[in-house]
């Protein structure tokens, strides 16, 4: 078994709605960004540790506006 020392800290695409975990064959983690698909400001593969994005968003948070009618 591998330990979680195994992958370095993604930073905040560890924890990110737009985030898709990719794993290979020899147990490394890349970590996609779904936003550059649609917006070229963002890379695909970012280089980790992201440390500040305007693209972030966390886990759980559906984005939905709130208070605005
Ligand atoms: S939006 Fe930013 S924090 Fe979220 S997955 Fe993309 S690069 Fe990472």
Redesign the pocket.
Known sequence: MKGPGNSPD????GR????RVIVNRNGSRF??????AEDPR??RY?P?P?LR?????ADGDLGEETGSR
Request: with cysteine; glycine share 8%; net charge neutral.
């Open positions: 993604p930073g905040l695409c990110c709605n737009h985030v970590y996609l960004c779904e936003l550059a963002f890379r970012p980790i992201v994005c305007s693209g972030f968003q």
